[in-house]
């Protein structure tokens, strides 16, 4: 009997169990068929493209016009009433809810997702974009990106406004930090990955400032003038390589004039070369305040204004209206924005906001700043520090009791805890203030170091920290200097007197180690007087863990620059940096300046005629000795190269074996470079791939690069093509742009 019970209770159960899962399927496929029968783009197997023209088809002009801009930010033009519903990020695009088209809410998102203190967040500060190239590691990048597509998301954001890769053409450029070195292989494979760990979370990714907008200086009013190869063989090969190897669905114009038009509006740029030769099917948006007209720029290929409508609102619906616009050019900007929308997925699976992974945010952060810190100097294997060896270490300058800079303007992210020089509770950050994220060196290495005296000394009076040197067994100074948005160095020299303070610790103490914090390459007078020196960059949330584990020898570094060391400006191919007349700028705090920016300021002229001879190009090119070249790094071990063999062919492939000739396992950025053919005409050579190689004591292993056809050819001008030019190569392969023991010279057709 009890048996039967429960065996009828069962089949009651599984009765209406069957009964609950059928009405809910039909009711499931009656919402989805309804919602496909009704929105028929709503159907995912379609491709993005047939989706958005499905879409296209029912819009209305003002619906159209609607995704052609943003809804304002305060002081750079208008701000619309909807503005409201912004999520409280950089950008803001109305939803089409008739439509199923959602909300596009961008944020700045650089190193970690911008404003997350004003708008009571988290956000993780990743080392800066230069540190992440600095790894010369694809899958740290990708990390890097994914790692701001999670946290975009988990804010409520569906699209990305990082992917900065501007060539560090001029060292002294203040958004230097933003960008991934001077190289364009380089910087263009890293930003590819960058992009696509973005947008694997579904999250638009974009790559900016397109293009060469490679000085901050009067960026409103800049004309840059450049020749046509030496722009496609340099800052856009960068662009060019960034856009095959990541599909990024948006790409933002920069600021300043290029060869006489604004690029916003520069047909040159935004439809010969993007949109036709690079076949690019996202969308392009302005800068902010970057777009001067309606009917010139739509024409030119800008799809959309950020972040107000000056011009592509009601100027632009008239001009459509009266035919001065056709209705195939609007129809194609939206056409991109909404296949940008559904190839990203941010339609299919839109963000729901949720809680940040902070603890999986600041793993991520401490690893790439750990692959990132470069080792420049290290005599006499004063690192890695023994703690059982040591009495007391000096800890001197920069705040390092407290925390570590990072870079400032829309690339800033506010660190939880805030401001380490402020009390706490100052989360929110303002327009270049100067930040200090609250990672305590000193905190960091007395864990390391837990029976040594660690004294720190703030390094303002010099003779009062060389007295702290004295008395210790080693001493640490850090240096700094800040660079943001806006604003560009006047040179390369460290600010603040810390020279003098660096000169005058390294004669109290011989064991002396520099960590630099800085975005890009600062001159170092001293360097002959000091044992050690770390370029930590900006190194985010958990630099100073990163950087203790690597000073005391917890990680044995691995990192290479990705931009040259000069020895002075004087060696620059501008000594000094070209400023813009007084008429060509805008006041700080007039809040009509957009007005003036938007009408076009007189222009002023900044000559490129370096070309395409960018960072180790340039100083090879001239003869110039560096202080430390392009592809640099020392590790706690070394390594032999041997072995190299070139195959010819379509993708010619380099072979060589390298092996860890030291006592502990370690990492090697193995290089590859290439001389082209004397009548190529280039720089004598030029960066051609790598391979990151894992090697333990004493492992060998033998490489191999498999080099693109695109990373050996020149821009033919005529003929608007790549090709390579038949004759002699040699290729070279070692541990950096100055130390390449292998070389062997084959004929290519
Ligand atoms: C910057 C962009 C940024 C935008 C939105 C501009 O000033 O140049 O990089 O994405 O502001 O904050």
Known sequence: MATRTIALRNFTFLFSFAVVVVLLSASAQTGSSSKTSTKPWMNSSLSPDERATMVVKEMTLDEKISLLHGTGMSGLGPVSPLAVHSNGGAGYVVAIPQLGIPAIQMSDAAYGVRMSGENGRYSTALPACVAGAASWDLDAAHEYGALIGRELRAQGYNMSLGGGVNLTREPRNGRNFEYMGEDPILAGKIVAQVIKGTQDQHVIGDIKHYALNDQESGRNAANVNIDKRAMRESDLLAFEIGLRESDAAAVMCSYNRVNGDYACENHYLLTEVLKNDWNFKGFVLSDWGGTHSAAKASAAGLDHEEPAEIFYGAEFKKAVEVGKIPKSELDDHVHRILRSMFATGVIDDPPEKSVV??????????????????????????????????????????????????????????????????????????????????????????????????????????????????????????????????????????????DALIAKVAAANPHTIVVLETGGPVTMPWADQVSGILEAWFAGSRGAEALANLIF?????????????????????HPTIAKPPVHSTTRDGDHEAWKRIAAGLPAFQVTYDEGLKVGYKWYDAENKAVLFPFGYGLSYTTYEYSGLKVTPGDRVQVTFTVKNTGSRPGAEVAQVYAALPSGAGEPPKRLIGWSKVQLNAGESKEVTVEVDRLYLSIFNVAKNGWERVPGDYAFMAGGSSQNLPLKETVSLK
């Open 357 to 498: 992974d902070v603890a999986g945010g600041f793993e991520v952060a401490q690893k790439i700043a750990e692959q990132s810190i470069v080792l420049l100097k290290n005599e006499q294997n004063q690192l890695p520090l023994d703690a059982s060896k040591l009495h007391s270490i000096a800890l001197i300058g920069a705040h390092s009791d407290v925390g570590m800079i990072s870079g400032g303007g829309s690339a800033q992210v506010d660190p939880p805890g805030g401001n380490a020089i402020l009390p706490p509770g100052k989360g929110r950050t303002h327009w270049q203030d100067h930040i200090w994220f609250p990672t305590s060196p000193l905190k960091a290495i007395k864990a390391k170091a837990p029976g040594v005296s660690v004294q720190y000394d703030p390094g303002t009076d010099p003779s009062s920290a060389a007295d702290a040197a004295k008395a210790a067994d080693v001493a640490i100074v850090f240096a700094y200097q800040w660079e943001s948005e806006g604003m560009d160095l006047e040179s390369l020299s460290l600010p603040e007197n810390q």
């Open 553 to 573: 020898g917890d990680v044995n570094p691995s990192a290479k620059l990705p931009v040259t060391f000069p020895k002075s400006d004087a060696d620059l191919p």
